[in-house]
Each structure stands twice: as structure tokens, then as C-alpha cells.
């Protein structure tokens, strides 16, 4: 019979000739990294599923810009010659989210994120088109986009997702696209631990209710800011009292309304 010999490596008993490893103690927890600095981002809500970031650095991504024919977005901000961001991201086809990305990606020139199949039928330049997949990253300045999963459509071409944003103090920003709740989040969260959640909370036909987005919070997400968005913009979709009850005693909503921006 071969025998084993087994030694202690600060807590870790290894068993010799290479046949197993049999972890038996923990090991000293070393002091936590002091933590970067807080470089404040702005984010202005244009109505419904639409936002524009602006980084610490100043890099602009405009986000499923729905903007001249959506009900909420405020006059001023209807005007598509006004964006001249740095990238426009866009999480699925649906026109509420997809509407004004083209015309505005030919009146300032950016480029447009998505997913392969859409990007590539856009009436674009090619050198625009900046399509990409689940687990893709695109840098843009000082912001890395990260393409993370969501569950919904995408028609004819495509499929819906959402995106992490990770600014340069390694904080995070998670806008979620249309979506239900699904297991696969609690992969975002371990992955790039969003700071702040853009989160849908439609309902309706078409996605999670607020009660069922707010569990998605409760049982995946640590976040710091939750900000509501894809409601009230059509019949059918919750309302502003169904959003403010699901997150009821939470104080981490940030309730934010149309045309206005706040620094995280
Ligand atoms: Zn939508």
C-alpha cells in the first residue's frame, strides 16, 4: 500500500506525492487595500430606458437614446443635434431603446455598442459600428463597458443585454436593458459589484414588476444607488406609487426625474 505523508503549510495540509490537496485551516486575512477615491460621475436621465453618463474624466456614453418621439424626454432634450457623446450603447433593438441611435451616430460621428448581429444592419459607417457579445469589453477614455446578459428579445436581429460600466476609481455602473430576474445576476454582482443600478422596473407586458425587480436587489445586488427607469412612459407599464411601495423603506431609491442629472 503507498503511503502518504502529509505537512502543514501555514494552515494547508498538503498531501505529499501529489495525489491530494486537503485545505484544513484558514489562513491569516491580510488588511484590506485602502480604498480609492471617490471621482463623482454624473448621470442624467433622459426618460424611460435613455441616459447620458458622464465620466470622472469626461467621457460622455449616451445609453438606449429613445429621445424624440418618447412622451418623458423634456423638450430640450429632444433635439438629437445636442449629443455628441462618445460612444452610444444600446442594449436590444426594440425601438423604445434603439429609436435615435443611428441619426445620432451620424450627426456627431460616435460609435455605436451592441450586440454583433444589430450593430452590423445599422445605416452606419462601418468604422462605427462597435458590435459585440456577453462577456465583450470596449474601452471608451477612462470608462471600460462590459456587456453582461439580460432576458428579454431582440427583433429581427441580435439579442437583449445590459452593461456594467467601470469608471476609473473602480466604481460601477449597471444598467440592466430590459430584463426579468434571472439567477445569472447574482454573475454580475460577484463579477463587477455594480455601485449603481440602473434598474427596470416596467413591468407590464414586457419585464420584471417593481416588487419582482426589488427582489432581484435583495437577493443579488449590494448596491449603494438604485435608480428606477422604463415606467410610466406607456400604458401598461407600472407607475411611479408601484415603484416607490416595492422599495419602500429602502434608502438606497434615488428617485430621479426626467432631464435631471445627479453626481454618484
Ligand atoms: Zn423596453
Given amino acids: ?3 502518504l505523508k502529509s505537512r502543514i503549510i501555514g494552515g494547508l ?3 505529499l506525492d501529489g495525489i491530494a490537496i486537503v ?8 488588511a484590506a487595500a485602502p480604498a480609492a477615491p471617490k471621482k463623482p460621475f454624473q448621470v442624467t436621465w433622459l426618460g424611460h430606458a435613455a441616459f447620458e453618463i458622464a465620466s470622472p474624466g469626461g467621457t460622455k456614453l449616451l445609453i438606449d437614446p429613445f429621445l424624440k418621439d418618447n412622451g418623458k424626454t ?5 433635439d438629437l443635434s445636442r449629443y455628441k457623446p462618445n460612444a452610444i450603447l444600446v442594449t436590444h433593438s426594440h425601438g ?3 429609436a435615435d441611435a443611428a441619426a445620432i451616430a451620424s450627426s456627431s460621428g460616435a460609435p455605436v455598442i451592441g450586440v454583433y448581429e444589430w450593430v452590423s444592419d445599422l445605416a452606419i459607417p462601418d468604422k462605427q459600428k462597435l458590435g459585440g457579445n456577453v462577456g465583450g469589453t470596449f474601452v471608451v477614455g477612462d470608462v471600460i463597458v462590459h456587456i453582461v446578459p439580460a432576458v428579454h ?20 455602473l449597471y444598467h440592466t436593458g430590459d430584463t426579468w430576474i434571472f439567477g445569472d445576476m447574482s454573475l454580475i454582482q460577484e463579477i463587477y ?4 443600478i440602473l434598474l427596470n422596473v416596467g413591468g407590464g407586458y414586457y419585464g420584471s414588476d417593481p416588487k419582482t425587480a426589488a427582489l432581484a436587489i435583495k437577493k443579488y445586488f449590494t448596491p449603494d444607488a438604485i435608480v428606477p427607469m422604463h ?14 411601495k416595492a422599495f419602500a423603506g429602502d434608502a438606497r431609491l434615488v428617485m430621479m426625474t426626467p432631464g435631471q442629472t445627479r453626481a454618484f
Fill in 1 to 3: 500500500m503507498r503511503s
Fill in 13 to 15: 495540509a498538503v498531501l
Fill in 23 to 30: 485545505v484544513v485551516g484558514l489562513s491569516a486575512v491580510g
Fill in 74 to 78: 423634456p423638450q430640450e432634450f429632444k
Fill in 96 to 98: 423604445d431603446h434603439s
Fill in 153 to 172: 428579445s431582440s427583433s429581427p436581429s441580435g439579442r437583449p443585454v445590459g452593461f456594467v460600466l467601470s469608471f476609473s476609481d473602480g466604481r460601477t
Fill in 193 to 196: 459589484h455594480p455601485n449603481v
Fill in 231 to 244: 415606467f410610466g412612459t406607456f400604458p401598461g407599464l407600472s407607475i411611479e406609487s408601484d415603484v416607490t
